[in-house]
């Protein structure tokens, strides 16, 4: 499995290798030993969570003020844009964002630590999406943050306006936003 840091070097895209045959393909999606030898820390999932969506959804962008998490992500049909935004107040990328391209055809996972906050748009017709976090959900904690801030200016890679929950259409503007002092 090849991991590579991104802009935000603390947000990695890991590549597997695929062994495939005209039966069809098999690889690792998850090693312990080679994720936490990539982030550089011992780390403990707690929970995996799994969501369909249709194209233009939007989900995002979300974070835990307290019990964050940190996000291993992929996609097993579809495609997706996934964004990072670094939340953590004295990072030297505090206020920047990376994106990626999952799809159940590239097979590629991203590493969101916490301090991050995370989302994606559906680039296909639909998409699932899996992800395993290393605290607990916790909806007393949960903070969103407006996709389309002007102060991010992320670039989603979609034409016309997204679909999105009434949670992410009342997210904070950057300007309101709580942040991380990790």
């Known amino acids: 499995m090849n991991a590579t840091p991104l802009a935000i070097p603390e ?5 597997p290798t695929v062994f495939g045959d005209g039966r069809g393909f098999f690889y690792e999606s998850f ?5 936490e030898e990539a982030v550089s ?3 403990t999932f707690v929970q995996d969570n799994h ?8 989900r995002g962008l979300h974070y835990q003020i307290q019990q964050p998490q940190g996000k291993l992500v992929r996609v097993i049909a ?14 030297p990328t505090f206020g920047q964002w ?30 699932e999406f899996l992800y395993k976090t290393t605290d607990y959900y916790a909806p007393q904690y949960e903070r969103s943050l407006a996709w389309d801030d002007p102060h991010l200016g992320i670039d ?12 992410d259409q009342a997210a904070k503007r950057w300007s309101e936003a709580e942040v991380f002092d990790l």
């Not at 969501?51 to 939007?58: E, K, N």
């Not at 990376?98 to 998409?127: D, T």
């Open 156 to 167: 989603w890679q979609f034409e016309g306006t997204p679909i999105l929950s009434s949670k």
């Open 41 to 43: 820390s011992s780390v």
């Open 98 to 127: 990376v994106s990626a391209r999952l799809s159940a055809s590239n097979r590629h996972q991203l590493w969101i630590p916490a301090g991050f906050a995370h989302g994606f748009i559906v680039l296909s017709e639909k998409a």
């Open 11 to 15: 947000v990695i895209l890991f590549e």
């Open 51 to 58: 969501s369909s969506s249709s194209q233009g959804v939007l």
């Open 78 to 91: 579809g495609e997706v844009l996934d964004v990072a935004v670094d939340l953590r107040r004295h990072a």
């Open 31 to 35: 090693n312990q030993k080679v994720f």
